[in-house]
């Protein structure tokens, strides 16, 4: 059985930029907090965990000591009360991320009905959504809700697949408006990873994606394997991996979330490779 891994798959640089800043964090002996999990690793939680680091779902958890914005980003208002309430602020939200909430900002400001093509539930979109108040956000296909709208301004959850953010645009290109103003903010990196993936899954009969069951990127490159027909299985860590998954198959392909670490792919690929 030949193993083959793709070429750009795991840690991006917002999510490996994130963990060295609240890493750096954990050495100064403070207490430290992260505003929900500061990636979406359930393993590379626990080890930040193990260092210091305690994951909590409301500003009002933390007493004192250091609050680590994720790389996902928080909404303004949350990071000024925690300012406000004497806690210090490391701000680990991912440089593109700010650049997708910078973008709705100056839409919002400049009276357009703003569009966020992504997920309603993901952090990312949520931390916008509470920022600028009111936006459509749509996965699929154009909202139907617009045709009021005069002016209309769109941009993306990061990681987004360019297919998806393409047919709302063409959408949104139908309806009834007088302006359409559109930013790409899919970040460089996850397209880099779904082309990978993808390249991959066209060559071998069965594909490994790795990572985070609660994580929308790795979550969007199972979706984009599968879709090629080849089977596809989405596991966290090579604990979930049995021999049944790769029985008669000759290639075998892996690929990883931006939120999985060198250390879980690699221990994928040895067990896989011992089987
Ligand atoms: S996937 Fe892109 S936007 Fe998200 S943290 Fe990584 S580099 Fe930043």
Redesign the pocket.
Known sequence: MRVLVADKCGF????RRAIEMAGRQCDTGKRIYSLGPLIHNPQVIERLHADGLTVIDSPDEAESGVVVIR?HGAPSSVIEELKSRGLEVVDAT?P??KRAQQRARELAGAGYRVVIVGQPEHPEVKAILEDIGEATVVENGPPKLLNAARRIGVIAQ??QTPEAFRRVVVGLSELDFEELRVYNTI?S??VDRQRAALGLARRVDVMFVLGGRNSA?TARLAQLCDATGVPTFHLETSAELTPEMTAGRQVVGVTAG?STPAWIIEDFVAKLESL
């Open positions: 991006c640089f917002g999510v790389s991912c593109l991320v990061t990681t970040c990196a996850t990127n931006a």
